[in-house]
């Protein structure tokens, strides 16, 4: 099918999940799942779903959904994850300051609209449509978006982590387009991670070495869990990790205990969980999600503090599986200049902006423009700053 004439189109809000199948959903959000793995999990009817149905989204908690359809003859064809947002927490695209400076010039932020998967700081579409949709599907997520902030006198809407092509299109629909960066780890073809290993400079080869061989000395076992091998001790141990990084963070956890029962029923093989264990008992872990060519990075967690356990678990574990598996990229979540030296170099990452009052919007577009560049310039000096051996084979400083 290709896009149909605009007359035909119906857009809907939607509550919950519950009033979508999961197979019209995902019909939209990972087509390619019909082959394989979804491009990311993160979209997919039976994440989201398990954030709304553990109570991590919904009532009291900031993030109310109000999840988008878009119809065509009474077919859907098109849908988004939108949330009612009663404050900026869970997001990482900062917009804090946005929000005081509208209320100091007596304005009101919130509620605003976010177009996202709470809590996920992982680029992925967001604009879900149906192959041969794509056109039609997307201007009308966003004309439905922005009709029903203006509806309900929403300050905003934010589409955040979206792809770069989402971001050209929504760029061209009147949308602002904002650039930010994390930190990735490119699959350059290594067949090891000692293969790896061999594009670093020397030093840094050397700092990665101790740095493994200082974390394995924490008198344990290092594993990576994947599918029926994580059972729901390693959940509950999980859960003590995450409970006590969320409240060193955010004050206290984003996602509910609940969350982690549902992930063992429904997303098992979505994760690769590291679980590092003394005499049976655990004592740190590691939450990533599988794409289909990516590895996401997601939390981390301890119980006992051990030098470098935090670095095996998180980066180098997620390295090693992402070489062993064929992946193309390992993005390890937001901010951490601290992993440009583990082989994880700064990449854009992009997000797009509706704002309702006129001078507020004129006045957030001249910011972009500048933290547009002001970001360019910072993954350039920090890529050269990387642990790589530059063309030459002369080493990096």
């Known amino acids: 099918m290709?896009?149909?004439?605009?007359?035909?189109?119906?857009?809907?809000?939607?509550?919950?999940?519950?009033?979508?199948?999961p197979e019209v959903w995902d019909a939209c959000a990972c087509p390619e799942a019909a082959n394989g793995r979804p491009i990311d999990p993160f979209t997919t009817h039976r994440f989201l779903k398990a954030l709304e149905d553990?109570?991590?989204?919904?009532?009291?908690?900031?993030?109310?959904?109000?999840?988008?359809?878009?119809?065509?003859?009474?077919?859907?064809?098109?849908?988004?994850?939108?949330?009612?947002?009663?404050?900026?927490?869970?997001?990482?695209?900062?917009?804090?300051?946005?929000?005081?400076?509208?209320?100091?010039?007596?304005g009101q932020y919130y509620p605003k609209l976010q177009v996202a998967v709470p809590f996920t700081p992982a680029t992925g579409r967001r604009l879900l449509t149906r192959p041969g949709f794509e056109v039609l599907g997307r201007s009308a997520l966003v004309q439905g978006a922005v009709q029903f902030a203006a509806n309900h006198a929403l300050s905003s809407v934010h589409m955040t982590f979206c792809t770069e092509e989402e971001a050209e299109a929504g760029a061209e629909m009147g949308l602002l387009h904002r650039v930010t960066q994390q930190f990735h780890w490119l699959n350059e073809g290594y067949a090891s991670f000692d293969d790896f290993l061999a594009a670093l400079s020397s030093r840094k080869r050397k700092t990665i070495r101790k740095e493994r061989r200082q974390a394995q000395a924490f008198g344990g076992e290092i594993r990576m869990l994947t599918g029926a091998e994580i059972e729901p001790r390693h959940w509950d141990a999980f859960w003590r990790f995450y409970q006590d990084t969320g409240s060193r963070k955010w004050g206290q956890p984003y996602l509910t205990r609940r969350f982690f029962e549902i992930a063992h029923e429904t997303l098992r093989d979505d994760v690769a969980?590291?679980?590092?264990?003394?005499?049976?008992?655990?004592?740190?872990?590691?939450?990533n999600f599988i794409g289909r060519d990516v590895l996401f990075g997601r939390y981390w967690g301890c119980i006992e503090d051990h030098p470098c356990l935090h670095f095996e678990a998180c980066y180098y574990q997620a390295i090693d599986y992402a070489i062993a598996h064929g992946m193309k990229r390992v993005e390890a979540g937001a901010q951490g200049e601290h992993k440009l030296a583990r082989g994880y170099l700064p990449a854009a990452t992009h997000s797009l902006h509706w704002l309702a009052e006129p001078s507020f919007r004129n006045a957030v577009e001249h910011y972009l423009a500048e933290e547009r560049r002001a970001v360019d310039e910072d993954i350039e000096i920090l890529t050269g700053y990387g642990p790589f051996r530059n063309t030459r084979g002369e080493e990096q400083p």
Do not use: N
Request: glycine share 10%; proline share 6%.
């Open 2 to 21: 290709t896009d149909a004439p605009a007359r035909d189109v119906t857009v809907s809000v939607l509550p919950s999940l519950a009033h979508i199948a």
């Open 54 to 106: 553990s109570g991590s989204v919904g009532p009291r908690t900031g993030w109310e959904p109000q999840y988008l359809s878009v119809e065509v003859e009474g077919e859907t064809v098109a849908v988004a994850p939108m949330y009612a947002k009663g404050h900026s927490q869970g997001e990482y695209i900062f917009d804090h300051s946005w929000a005081h400076a509208l209320e100091r010039a007596g």
């Open 273 to 287: 969980l590291v679980m590092c264990e003394r005499e049976g008992h655990a004592v740190a872990g590691a939450l």
